[in-house]
């Protein structure tokens, strides 16, 4: 029989919080390392969030380095866990409108409109004219947006970064 043994009074541990975000569909097991240690995190496991881009791990307010040593952070010997937060940036997207005719206030392009994925109000403001027709609303392909949606209800996907909503007249 042999045994191995872990000298457990040199080791710590470091933690992840994804932040809501996932790695491969799940978490990161919690890391050993010696007080001496870098590379504390796996640069192949890079976390994902919907409508945000991972940039990076934090600790204590700090951006962590791969040639950061668990001693560099916790600068303490009697602190055995830390725990790296992953930082994101929030997408945006863009919103653009065809007016088919139309105009609002005379114009008739209107600028796009940037927008967070969960953000409602994507409609212009003002009141679509166009000679001879009602407006009957607008549309995203087969969808009707009014101010209600969000960008996500409208295109459910979060790698799209750009739709057009479509005035109807009648």
Do not use: C, M
Not at 2 to 21: E, P, R, W
Not at 44 to 67: C, L, Q
Not at 133 to 154: I, P, R
Request: charged residues 25%.
């Amino acid at each position: 029989v042999k045994a191995t043994f872990t000298n457990i009074k040199n080791s710590y541990t470091v933690k992840y919080d994804l932040a809501g975000g996932l790695v491969d569909g799940g978490e990161i097991a919690p890391k050993t390392v010696k007080w001496e240690d870098n590379h504390l995190y796996d640069i192949t496991k890079i976390p994902e969030k919907t409508a945000a881009t991972f940039t990076g791990w934090k600790y204590a307010g700090k951006d962590v380095k791969t040639s950061d040593t668990y001693g560099s952070l916790a600068e303490n010997k009697t602190l055995k866990e830390i725990t790296l937060v992953a930082q994101y940036e929030t997408r945006t997207y863009t919103v653009k409108y065809d007016l088919d005719g139309g105009n609002i206030a005379g114009a008739e392009t209107i600028a796009d409109k940037t927008v967070s994925y969960g953000e409602r109000n994507l409609l212009p403001q003002g009141t679509a004219v166009k000679d001879g027709y009602v407006l009957t609303g607008w549309t995203y392909g087969e969808k009707v947006a009014t101010n209600d949606n969000t960008y996500a209800s409208l295109e459910g996907n979060h790698d799209i970064s750009s739709i057009t909503l479509k005035e109807n007249w009648e």
